[in-house]
């Protein structure tokens, strides 16, 4: 006999509602066949920033902006800045719409960073990047070597093509900094918001055909570069500290940026205090020295290339780096320690 609600009591709160006439639950997940294709270009909040090329999926759509969330299925899968994802639902992209992505498709490249170098947990910062473009001030704020080697350091691990790009050159002169990371053979392109922006377009022919990530601590005019390669993007821009040296986060999400003709994209990240690299393995930083990589074929077992019974140095010594060799020894050294260095000493 059923039971009228009026009849229950306190004691019956661990009664367990009648499931019969629900739909019984399936393990099969649907196939969203007709999902779309587009790129993560913003994160907020649970809610992703979608940008869709025209006529992805085989409609005829115009390229726009999706705002979407992650569907139930994807669990805690996390999705970021430069992930390729599968849309079903609103795609219109109008102001009240919101799609669903339903797949997250395989990273060619992952830029990670943690809090510090005893953190176990991965941050993954951006997706599918080709080129991580480290933005140091040549004064005001003084550069920190030791932050700028980290993220060299983070870029051969992630697999991305290193450029250090100098801001303030109205300032003081690059070349005691040229100079230092010359033996790096890392490119690097020399900027000055004044006299229309020097150097802007060699920078903007080095970001052609890329997903460039823009990386470095605050106050180092990273927005300011930002807005003079998209005039639209509008990114807030900070003061420096005149007792610190230090500038305040301006950036607060990651972003990612068309640039005007079209033929690239930038990614604006918030600046930085810290790099952490406990997710790094030294083979990987090393396997980026291709002139050095042969020679440690000799080296005990565990090595850490900064030691007495290191056989790199031998190999150097036998001209097997060519003639560059000890000074290239020296700057991979130099970045191995990096993973032991606090930022800024």
């Known amino acids: 006999m059923t039971r009228s609600t009026d009849d229950y009591d306190e004691s019956d709160a661990r009664i367990r509602p009648s499931r019969r006439g629900s739909r019984p639950r399936s393990k099969d997940r649907p196939a969203h066949d007709e999902a779309v294709p587009g790129v993560v270009y913003a994160v907020d909040r649970g809610r992703y920033r979608v940008h869709v090329e025209a006529g992805s999926g085989g409609r005829r759509l115009t390229a726009r902006v999706v705002n979407a969330m992650k569907a139930r299925e994807l669990g805690r899968k996390g999705i970021v800045v430069g992930d390729v994802v599968d849309l079903v639902g609103d795609i219109g992209g109008g102001p009240d719409a919101l799609a669903r992505i339903v797949r997250v498709q395989p990273r060619r490249s992952v830029l990670r960073r943690t809090a510090d170098d005893t953190d176990p947990v991965e941050r993954v910062i951006v997706a599918n990047a080709d080129q991580l473009v480290v933005v140091t001030a040549l004064a005001s704020p003084e550069p920190r070597p030791r932050m700028i080697d980290r993220c060299l350091v983070a870029a051969y691990d992630a697999g991305l093509t290193p450029l250090i790009v100098l801001t303030k050159a109205d300032l003081k002169s690059p070349e ?29 022919t080095a970001l052609q055909g890329r997903v460039s990530v823009l990386v470095g601590h605050s106050g180092v005019g ?12 509008l990114r807030a821009v900070g003061n420096v500290n005149d007792v ?4 305040r986060h301006t950036s607060s999400s990651a972003i990612a940026l068309a640039l005007p003709d079209g033929s690239g994209w930038v990614v604006d990240t918030p600046g930085v205090r810290s790099f952490g690299l406990a997710h790094v393995d030294p083979d990987r930083i090393i ?16 090595c850490t290339h900064d030691e007495l019974e290191c056989a790199l140095d031998d190999w150097v010594a036998s ?10 020894l020296e700057s991979l050294r130099r970045l191995l320690r990096a993973r032991s260095t606090t930022p800024d000493e």
């Not at 930002?226 to 993007?233: F, G, I, R, S």
């Not at 610190?244 to 500038?247: F, H, N, P, Q, S």
């Open 319 to 328: 001209g097997g780096a060519g003639p560059a060799g000890r000074s290239r």
């Open 244 to 247: 610190t040296g230090r500038g």
């Open 222 to 233: 990273k927005s300011t570069l930002v807005n003079a390669l998209v005039p639209t993007a």
């Open 176 to 204: 005691d900094f040229l100079a230092q990371y010359a033996p790096l053979e890392v490119p690097v392109v020399v900027t000055s918001s004044v006299d229309d922006f020097a150097g802007l377009e060699q920078l903007m």
């Open 287 to 302: 396997n980026s020295f291709p002139d050095l990589a042969a020679g440690t074929a000799g080296c005990p077992r565990g």
